[in-house]
């Protein structure tokens, strides 16, 4: 069973969170699934069974009780799929000072960096890359864990990490305006 250890770790994180912030809004950042066709099969890949294009499983469904931002991989299973379900999530959210979006809508150029899209807010989130990564005005800071980063006049570019390598999320308070990174 190749999705217990992601079952695993994702009820890991929501345990985490509610017990380090249990009134906190629960947001996605997608890529919730994992498409099993490839970038370029998926090309030429229409009507494919969604067995065949994706590893759906209850008892993860079951834990997928918050709203969610859409992914490269939702869009990819839908594509060579059909199946419509996989576009119901939002292609971006916007909360108190801070914009939700994937990052497959940030241009990485071949070194990974990246071109944050013009937004409203001080604060975008981000989820894409399974490495939690922090940006002041477009310039990468080391990520601190564990302590709140008081965001002031500040911009910030904010890659949440991944539940599923390394059990990561943020906790983001929009009345005192601080972001802390999690580990589970
Ligand atoms: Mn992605």
């Known amino acids: 069973m190749i999705y217990t250890h ?3 770790k994702t009820k890991k994180v ?17 890529d919730l699934f994992e498409c099993t066709i490839s970038k370029k099969k998926a090309k030429t890949t229409r009507n494919a069974k969604l067995k ?23 869009e990819r299973i839908a594509l060579v799929t059909g199946d419509q379900r ?21 241009d990485w150029d071949e070194s ?23 940006y002041a005005d477009g310039i990468r800071q080391k990520v601190p864990y564990n302590i709140p980063l008081a965001i002031g006049q500040r911009s910030y570019q904010i890659n949440v990490g991944a539940v ?21």
């Open 112 to 134: 990974f960096q990246p071109t944050f899209p013009p937004i409203k807010t001080p604060l975008l989130f981000f989820g894409h890359s399974h490495e939690a990564a922090i």
């Open 6 to 8: 992601i079952i695993k």
């Open 14 to 30: 929501l345990s985490h969170i509610s017990t380090v912030a249990p009134t906190a809004e629960i947001i996605g950042l997608g």
């Open 52 to 74: 065949d294009a994706a590893i759906i499983e209850e008892k993860f469904l079951d834990l997928l009780t918050f709203p969610s931002i859409i992914g490269n991989q939702e």
């Open 164 to 184: 599923v390598d390394n059990k990561e999320w943020c906790l983001y308070d929009s009345d005192a305006m601080t972001v802390t990174f999690m580990h589970a």
């Open 86 to 106: 996989f576009l119901q999530y939002e292609l971006e959210k916007n909360i108190d000072h801070a914009t939700l979006i994937h990052g497959h809508q940030i």
